[in-house]
């Protein structure tokens, strides 16, 4: 089961949403030094999107807050290829880990 959410906020307008707090992995992220809260799952989509997705660059912006990720345009495709890129990393404990050691041989903060 998925933590994200992918919804019509009005006619042809989507949001990507994932409430902070509750994935599989927030204890894991704890572990490795970071807070799991909006800005620290807005870095994991940026940095997924620009190494395994640069295609979706653009397609649609982002709007974290501390208890809340959110990506959201108007591109539902980009939003749902986007969902399929963060689900294995808000679920699979080794995803964090790479994701994490990713960051860090790029020199890329997570924002949190």
Avoid at 46 to 73: I, K, N, W
């Amino acid at each position: 089961m998925t933590a994200l959410k992918l919804i019509e906020t009005s006619p042809g307008k989507y949001s990507l949403l994932l409430n902070a707090g509750t994935t599989d992995v927030d204890g894991l992220v704890e572990e490795l030094g970071h807070e799991p809260n909006g800005y620290f799952w807005a870095g994991v989509a940026r940095l997924l999107v620009s190494t395994e997705a640069p295609a979706l660059e653009g397609r649609f912006s982002y709007d974290p807050e501390g208890g809340m990720f959110c990506a959201y345009g108007t591109d539902r495709g980009a939003l749902e290829s986007l969902s399929k890129l963060l689900t294995p990393v808000t679920t699979d404990a080794a995803q964090v880990r790479k994701i994490v050691e990713l960051a860090k041989a790029k020199g890329v903060e997570l924002d949190d």
